[in-house]
């Protein structure tokens, strides 16, 4: 992405998206009642060292995943993978830009120690696992939810394709990184260390493991008593699909809250839980956003000085 073009982000798109969210997530304050929702969130109270202590151990198994793809001869410690993907989040959450941002600031984070290639090539390698086990995760919440709530003939039938489609291309992605890896190690060279396959794959699916455990414990202390577990996972993964579709939206403001309280409504708990889990998470966000933010302080990293995306 030009210079230009990320200025466009900042000052059109990515402004607009904001008030966009912003106004929604006034809105449902408004409907579903701000002194609820407050008592929701106080009744988190001492479960909320513990979330954001899950919420840092999930970056921390993306961090060694992402060590795992370092090809030799070069060499990445997790803890400075820890302190790089806790930089590159905190800038992808704050801008409109994510991603496009946010992983070539974790290459510039431990510049120092790998290269821009190889360190880009790593993430790139890294993200396609995680996109795998995004993608399954969606699948597996999808088909939970369809057999969970009443949906039209018609509706159920194209959800159905749908999923049996994303499930589909999941097999097949898996199968060509296993047999063969030769073939997309000609773009990203990481993967042309199968040994590393398995062991990046279980952590990726770690890391959604770790976020359904977030999930189940803030419900928990949400609602008068724990929700089964698989609605835990449901709202878990509705919340993954909101991240990844507006990933534009600076910390989804609005539009995770207005997509949880219909996921949570669905689910016969009614909308305020979803709005009020949501908002703790954002806390959580914010809280591992603000050490991130002081870490790309204490580099001089801002979105000029970034070395360009693969």
Known sequence: MTEPEARGWFTTRGVVAFVIGLAIFIALLWRTGPADILDGILRV??????????GGLRFLVRAIAWTLCIEAPHALSVRQAFAAVLAGDALGNATPLGPVVGEPAKAAFVRGTVPAGPALSALAAENAFYTLATAAMIASGMVALLYLVELTAEVRLYSEAAVGL????????????????????????????????????ALEIAFHALGVLETHLTMTMILPQAPPLHMSFILETASRLITVVFKFVPLQVGVAEGGLAIVTELLGMGPKPGVTFSLVRKVRIVTWAVAGAVLLVRRGITPRTLPPSL
Do not use: E, H
């Open 45 to 54: 109270g001492w479960m909320f060292p513990v979330i954001v202590a899950l």
């Open 166 to 201: 994303l499930v589909l291309g999941i097999f097949a992605a898996i199968a060509i990184l296993y047999v063969q890896p030769r073939l997309v190690s000609r773009w990203v060279p990481a993967f042309s260390v199968r040994r590393s396959l398995i062991p990046v794959a």
